[in-house]
């Protein structure tokens, strides 16, 4: 049962390396108010990254935003999305790849009814 136990907890570590490495190296900020919220893969430049935040603000959606450009990890963070290209939106188990508020705002209406 042990033996089974650590297997699993191996595995868990294995599988989430990538961000548990840029939590411990204090790249990304974790926030237990904000765990579940909705992440926001960007950069300071892209025109639909600010049209993101401002459809974000505007219906006062809490976000976690992660600029790309800071580091390769987190650039590979969002290549393991399957996302090559910014904005990339994470609500719960949803990627939305671009800016697409219609989508946006449906995976935020089913989010809210979980």
Same mark, same amino acid.
């Given at each position: 049962m042990k033996q089974a136990i650590v297997l699993i907890s191996l595995f868990l570590i294995a599988v989430n390396w990538p961000n548990l490495k840029l939590l411990l190296a204090?790249?990304?900020? $974790?926030?237990?108010v904000q765990s579940g919220a909705v992440t926001l893969y960007a950069t300071?430049?892209?025109? $639909?990254?600010?049209?993101?935040?401002?459809?974000?603000?505007?219906?006062?959606?809490p976000y976690v935003e992660i600029d790309v450009e800071q580091s390769t990890a987190t650039m590979r963070q969002m290549t393991a999305l399957g996302a090559f290209g910014v904005p990339v939106i994470v609500v719960g188990d949803t990627v939305?790849?671009?800016y697409q508020p219609s989508v946006l705002a449906d995976a935020l209406d089913s989010k809210n009814k979980d």
């Open positions: 204090g790249e990304i900020d $974790y926030d237990p300071k430049w892209c025109s $639909y990254c600010a049209k993101t935040r401002a459809f974000l603000n505007k219906h006062d959606i939305i790849k671009g």
